[in-house]
């Protein structure tokens, strides 16, 4: 975690240092996610909301930290009854970009998520299941995204789950998936 930590920090200063242009920004998803592994599930639809730093490093790359509020989670059948998982995290995504041309970019980047809320929902009743499912969640990021003007843009990216969510789990290995579509404007 340490490691994680003075990574982060590293590539944060270096971005400022050697930043030619900063914007930030806030941005709004849908996201579909789901939970991959050895569980059985459908999606679930959700949203993220949140704020983007982007740090131009040259006029084809930039880093782009982020904070964002994400509901996940998946449907899941268990002994013919349906369960949604409503799972809320607070993700930090640390995107690498490469404008390809200069409105349109590739982007690849870590992600560290904290979970803030898990519920279990069936029949209409909510239960609290925080306690089956790990505080800390780890994934990897690909997307693209377009700027249709220099305030507003488009977005499209896919998390990749990397860790093991669930709490005490044996042999079984469960990771969250999310499919997101933005839509971002650059306050500068």
């Known amino acids: 975690m340490k490691k994680i930590i ?5 590539v944060f200063a ?6 030619q242009e900063t914007k930030f920004g806030a941005k709004v998803a849908l996201n579909v996610a789901t939970l991959t592994g050895d569980v059985d599930a459908s999606s679930l639809i959700g949203f993220q909301i949140g704020g983007f730093a982007e740090f131009k490093i040259s006029d084809k790359f930039a880093i782009q930290p982020e904070l964002l509020f ?9 002994e013919g009854t349906e369960v949604d998982f409503n799972l809320s995290y607070l993700n930090i995504p640390v995107m690498a970009k490469y404008y390809a041309s200069p409105k349109f970019s ?18 209409g009743v909510s239960v609290d299941i925080e ?9 990897l990021n690909f997307g693209a995204g377009y700027d249709f003007t220099k305030k507003f843009s488009a ?14 789990s044996g042999d079984d290995s469960v990771q969250n998936s ?5 839509l971002g404007y650059k306050f500068n």
Do not use: C, H, W
């Open 6 to 10: 003075l990574t982060t920090v590293a």
């Open 14 to 19: 270096f971005s400022f240092a050697n930043a």
């Open 70 to 78: 994400s509901t996940q989670g998946a449907q899941v059948q268990s």
């Open 106 to 123: 590739i982007e690849l980047g870590p992600q560290i998520g904290f979970l803030t809320s898990a519920k279990g929902k069936a029949m």
């Open 131 to 139: 306690d089956f499912f790990k505080s800390t969640d780890f994934g």
């Open 155 to 168: 977005g499209v990216r896919y998390n990749l789950g990397l860790s093991n969510i669930a709490e005490d």
């Open 178 to 182: 999310v499919f997101s579509i933005s």
